[in-house]
């Protein structure tokens, strides 16, 4: 369940009082957050036109498990993540999942919902999670007044299609092998955007999700992940992996015949030739 508190945007200049108490649960609760500190989550200039206007957007809290927003749940709101990892699903008529994405920091969630006024789609929280409640008549309204952050806005929501016509592509064109390297390279890249390592990070979503996500099935995928680890490209520990060899991650196309994966990966003499670990995989 949400937070009792309400999801609105305050202005932060009501009254001195109340505009130091608030600002003092900002600095120590992180429970609101400026204009600023949203465009710098959300990677955009802030807003020259809004520099003294002073507005608090509210934090709200979700535990594992908990759902943001359901299917046909009247839209009134976008959700920013500030930390956590969450999924977003279809669920069809015999309650199977359809995994759309799955939102980290900086993301915005509940787009689709604009359309109808309501959501398509189901949101829930693979970890514990902090979201920033953006209510959308109130950044309708100030889009009016304020056209540079209408405009950005925008730019955020294309950032969010462009990202799902990129996996889209990549469903139609890849291998199944090729997908789950691909995920893990994009995912890899997320975590350094995000100032985590790349190189060793655990999966908060399951194999079956990253199945669904992928259009694979659970054991496709689990069967790939042991692939990779078993030719070096990476290391896994249940749901912890080591990323070893970017690079053959990004150009690898299909994997080696079983037969040949106890080989080192280091190379491979071809027509006297040492051919690199990634192109051997690119080329395969």
């Known amino acids: 369940m949400l937070s009792t508190q309400t999801s609105e945007i305050r202005p932060a200049t009501t009254a001195l009082q109340s505009s130091s ?51 046909g749940q009247p839209f009134d709101t976008l ?42 789609s189901e949101a829930v929280a693979l970890s514990d999670c902090d979201l920033i409640l953006l209510p959308f008549k109130k950044l309708t309204a100030l889009g009016r007044i304020h056209l540079e952050l209408e405009n950005m806005m925008y730019g955020v929501m294309s950032r969010e299609l462009v990202r799902e016509q990129a996996m889209i592509g990549m469903l139609g064109a ?10 893990l390279v994009a995912l890899a890249d997320r975590f350094a955007q995000m100032g985590y390592s790349s190189k060793l990070f655990n999966l908060r979503m ?3 999700e990253i199945g669904s996500y992928l259009g694979l099935t659970l054991e496709t995928v689990s069967r790939t992940l042991s692939a ?19 690079e053959a991650l990004k150009t690898l196309r299909r994997l080696p015949p079983s037969r040949t994966r106890s080989k080192p990966a280091t190379g491979k003499v071809k027509g006297g030739e040492t051919v690199p670990s990634g192109q051997l995989l690119a080329a395969l």
Not at 33 to 46: F, G, M, Q, R, T
Not at 174 to 183: H, K
Not at 228 to 246: A, H, M, W, Y
């Open 21 to 71: 108490m608030e600002a003092g649960r900002q600095r120590q609760g992180r429970l609101w957050s400026n204009l600023k500190e949203v465009c710098d989550l959300l990677h955009i200039p802030a807003a020259s036109s809004m520099a003294n206007e002073e507005l608090l957007f509210q934090h709200v809290q979700f535990k594992t498990g908990q759902r943001i927003h359901t299917i």
């Open 79 to 120: 959700y920013i993540v500030n930390s956590g990892f969450l999924k977003t699903v279809l669920i069809d008529e015999y309650g199977n999942e359809q995994v759309l994405s799955f939102p980290m920091k900086g993301d915005m969630l509940g787009v689709d919902g604009i359309h109808t006024r309501h959501y398509s």
């Open 174 to 183: 890849l291998s199944a092998e090729a997908r789950v390297a691909r995920f």
């Open 206 to 208: 399951t194999r079956h």
């Open 228 to 246: 990779f680890n078993e030719i070096g490209l990476i290391s896994v520990d249940q749901r912890t992996i080591g990323i070893k060899d970017p």
